[in-house]
Nanobody
Framework: VQLQASGGGLVQAGGSLRLSCVAS????????MRWYRQSPGKERELVAA???????EYRDSVKGRFTIAIDNAKKTVSLQMDSLKPEDTAVYYC??????????WGQGTQVTVSS
């Protein structure tokens, strides 16, 4: 499985960005797709997750502001980020986990929110 993320950029606080991650390869084996983020000096943290059945999970700090969605046919996962805050600044990573719990990572995409 290969993952290609896109959509990062620079935005002012209160603005919006949409991240996308396209999976290729053995996409039929994917069971869960996730977005993580990592800020300098901090550990990578889970932002949101979605199963192919549509169940979602969000970290508390993004609930009500971020929305994760999946296109099962294309195995594309998106992350709509609204009401962005400076503390959302990080490199965002796409992750896919297969039915046998093997994980794959995409390259990161930088999100910078200015105050």
């Amino acid at each position: 499985v290969q993952l290609q993320a896109s959509g990062g950029g620079l935005v002012q606080a209160g603005g919006s960005l949409r991240l996308s991650c396209v999976a290729s390869g053995s996409i039929a084996t994917i069971d869960v797709m996730r977005w993580y983020r990592q800020s300098p000096g901090k550990e990578r943290e889970l932002v949101a997750a979605i199963t192919t059945a549509g169940s979602t999970e969000y970290r508390d700090s993004v609930k009500g502001r971020f929305t994760i969605a999946i296109d099962n046919a294309k195995k594309t996962v998106s992350l709509q980020m609204d009401s962005l805050k400076p503390e959302d600044t990080a490199v965002y990573y796409c992750n896919a986990e297969t039915k046998i719990a093997r994980a794959y990572w995409g390259q990161g995409t930088q999100v910078t929110v200015s105050s």
